[in-house]
């Protein structure tokens, strides 16, 4: 898009691809009592889960960025009491997707119990109500408004930066989120 900043474009990539994501996760959840458990001897299943647990350890990543470089820039040129309200959305947002995380991760290793499904299903579902709401407030409130909020020199580095710290793999979510690798 056009009228996204360097910094803005990434961000926005990202967030396009979370909600493709948590959309195809919503849609093969829900229809509750209809749908069969998530099951890695499924090929479609086994690639959905292995997209999710690799989207949401990205999605933490994001979030981890967004909370320590993104929302303090735009905070001074922005209105810093709203950006405030959709930074705190992230405590909501980081603890379902570690727990979704965690669950996709353990079907995949040890197979769908009836327990293990409803949680996923539940998780899945409250996630993606979140998720949406918050993608589209951060998308209108800020990624879409960078080019004014912040000078294109800045910008320009902060993209620089997130692209190089993603690369190597130097951003982790906040401790609190902190999950257990392999479930
Ligand atoms: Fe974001
Ligand atoms: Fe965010």
Redesign the pocket.
């Known amino acids: 898009m056009a009228f996204l900043s360097e910094l803005g474009e990434l961000?926005h990539e990202?967030?396009f691809r979370?909600l493709v994501m948590i959309c195809e996760v919503e849609n093969r959840v829900k229809g509750a009592d209809a749908a069969p458990p998530v099951d890695p001897a499924d090929a479609d299943d086994r690639a959905l889960l292995i997209k999710l647990v690799d989207g949401l350890d990205g999605?933490l990543v994001?979030?981890a960025f967004?909370e320590a470089v993104?929302f303090p820039a735009v905070a001074e040129a922005g209105d810093e009491a709203y950006i405030g309200l959709i930074a705190e959305e992230h405590f909501v947002i980081e603890p379902l997707a570690s727990r979704l995380r965690d669950l996709a991760a353990e079907t995949l290793e040890r197979g769908p119990s009836f327990a293990r499904w409803t949680a996923f299903r539940d998780a899945a579902i409250e996630m993606a109500a979140n998720l949406i709401l918050?993608?589209e407030s951060?998308?209108v409130t800020?990624?879409q408004k960078l080019r004014v909020l912040i000078d294109p020199q800045l910008d320009h580095e902060l993209a620089q930066r997130y692209r190089r710290e993603r690369s190597r793999g130097t951003l982790r979510p906040s401790p609190q989120v902190q999950y257990h690798a392999h479930g």
């Open positions: 961000i990202e967030h979370m999605l994001h979030n967004e993104l918050h993608l951060e998308e800020i990624v």
